[in-house]
């Protein structure tokens, strides 16, 4: 036979198709029917072959049937007039006593996809629907699918869609599930299928007939259902309960995605739902599909997010193996940083010590980033495993360390210390530029305990010429400034070059803009420099948290089961932005409160006690005199560790009444005690709450676990405020700033607090006490079962304030703003 992409191909094979004696032959037939299909999949166009194809499929033969339907079906759409000659033998193969012949007609009438044969498939199709053999009827319901999908536009055939509704109660079970992704497609405009109660008992009751993706397809459509009752509800659930842990994991995520969503207002229910495919997922984990292993590892992380603990006594389980691909490897350890405890910390740290020299360069970057987000918990561990990797002296390993350093002692400022002698001689080292820029930036926040720190930039300052790298030159730029700041004598000369070479020399705009600053800034002097460039070295409160905050499973719900968690960046822990916030000051017009100068307040009066009536004022009476239109600035500045908070907190307690001439020896100090009515503050997530915080300079040091009570957390700040001091009448007046600093913490007990007192304490002993109305109504509990939801609409928030030394004008202020804050967060509901 000639080449197969020439003409004579063509020719030949037509030869061959109208010679009776190879007709007459079943089997010669069927081989030159075969030898078409295998020059068409080779790309050679036989489209003129169409006529004598459509006379090869009037065959008995079911082989050479399929073989001509791939034919038809492929170049159906190229003669659209010559198809019309095929729909005669296909109406007649649909009334074939076989029915296997009677479902490959309906399919190949459906994939023609020509809308000038519609009006001929309808009735085959309708006919198909009521046949007895359930391979037809399989066809046929999908039929109609396609057929809906040739005419988007036009009106849907009630009859057809209510043949398929019945088809749904079909013995045969893909039969059903067929019907489900038929009413999909044909209803998607009015939200698809409708699912009720009787649908979705029946559903669940035959969900064991289905196959595993039958089972899916089912699962996934019921999230639509929304039960009307708490019976219907647990109904459900138990019908669910069993594919929970069913051995096949598309099925059993699928059920669990359901069950989520049914008991997204049943946190218990869900937690134990969570709890019960732990079995299930761990199994996953040791399964031989790499893909199945890498998903199911994603979705324990997610897991994680909500439920810390669910796999801490597994956690052996997610060591890595020498086979594994890295991308297993990684996510494993990241999995790992979240399960360390007290018990386990120094097993896992040895075997992500094992992995620091994995032949993977990004796996053992990994191993040191993951050592690294341990290390804020327990850091002289980790710090000795860092330090001693950089003895390895490989390149990619301390530019690892490097990085994970700056990051350890942002968080963890003890750490300070060990990091800066480990740095010392690791330039040479360091060939890529996050490394390098690791390194400056420790040199620049650390230099002034760094001996050789001017030595090393120097050596950097040498070769900027042959810097290609745009953010170490502005890293270079930043660290030469500010050890200029702490050490100029050995300083000097050398930023001297660098700012002529940035300025005159160099051709890259950011970094000349960079150095052209630094240089105008200097000529204002060396403090205001200092104000710009010597902000927090570390962020302490980031190490303290009390882990990471338990997210609510309705957060992620919906992502369960999707691609979402296969994202590589889907779960991080918080993020360490090493910058130090500006200073936040409100200005707050004359006569009026602070919490109006806030945008976000809103107008409206609050009361705590039943008799109590106030004006436009605060949710409990305030004590102290109104402040006046003074500007009130609150700063981060100076950073308090947890144990300065602790012991200051604890040193400046209440006196007793009865305490006599001891008070005379006690520091200046105020004590506030109120209650903030904030509804469902104690349902706001930790970390919207700090960054609410943060944006006003409020720092949180620590808090408890979400849906923990008693509920608490603490908080401080630093306050200014500028007085105008009048020196004589004529004088002017002279601005004296006023600086105080305010420790807080927020309580809430699960109950209303019925008594509110403010107590303060000065070096005469003076005692302010003011009580309010201990009538208060007990709220009712409403208690769903399995979720334990109690209303809190009415619960208060207990404020203990501390401040030293004394400014009761300072301290209404900043009551104010915290009240605004609180209450901004619970009416937003987040």
Known sequence: MPYLGSEETVKELRRALSNPNVQSDQLRYRNIVLKVIRAMSQGVDV??????????????DIVQKKLVYVFLCSYATVNPELSLLVINTLRKDCQDPNPMVRSLALRNMTNLRLPSLVEY?????????????????????LGWAKLYNLQTRSEIDASVVNELYNLLRDPDPVVMVNCLRALEEILKEEGGVAINKPITHHLLNRLKECDIWGQCEVLRILQRHRPQSEDELFDILSLLDVSLVSPHPPVMAATLSLFLGLSSGLPAVSKAAIERVRGPLLAICGSASREMRFAAICHIQLLLCSIPGLMGAHYKRFFCGYAEPSYIKQRKMKVLVELVNDENVAMVLDELKGYCTDVNTDTAQAAITAIGRIGRSYSDKCLEILTGLLGLKQEHIISAVMQTMCDLVWVCPQCSETVCVAVEGCEEMLLDSQGRQALLWLLGMYGEFVSSAPYTLETFIDGVRSEASLGVKMELLTATMRIFLCRPAETQDMLGRLLHYCIEEETNMCVHDQALLYYRLLHCGIEETRKVLQGRRSDPSLGVLIGRPAEPISQWASSFNTLGPLKQNNVEMESTSRKTPELVTFEPKSNTDLRD?????????????????????????????????????????????????????????????????????????????????????????????????????????????????????????HTQQSNSVADTPHSSSVRDVQHTLILGELQYSGKGNKKHAIKGSISDGEVVTKDWDDEREEEEEKVVAYGLRTDRTQDEVKVTLKQHPKDEQVLKGFISILRTLLHTLSSEGV
């Open 121 to 141: 498939v309808e009735q085959p199709l309708m006919t198909g629907l009521r046949d007895r053999a359930a391979c037809v009827r399989r066809v046929a319901v």
């Open 597 to 717: 100068t806030l945008t976000c307040e809103p107008e409206e009066n609050f009361h705590s006690g039943s008799d109590r009536t106030t004006e436009k004022t605060d949710s409990c009476t305030p004590v102290l005199p109104s402040s006046p239109g003074l500007p009130l600035t609150l700063s981060l500045s100076p950073a308090l560790s947890p144990e300065e908070f602790e012991h200051m907190w604890l040193e400046q307690q209440p006196p007793q009444s009865e305490q006599g001439d001891g008070m005379s020896k006690e520091e200046d100090y105020l004590c506030l005690e109120e209650c903030l009515r904030c509804p469902n503050i104690f349902d706001c997530s930790p970390k919207s709450l700090q960054a609410a915080m943060q944006l006003v300079n409020i720092q949180m040091l620590a808090f408890t676990p979400p849906n923990t009570l008693p509920w608490r957390v603490y908080l401080y700040t």
């Open 47 to 60: 489209s003129s072959l169409f006529s004598e194809m459509v006379k090869a499929c009037a065959t008995v």
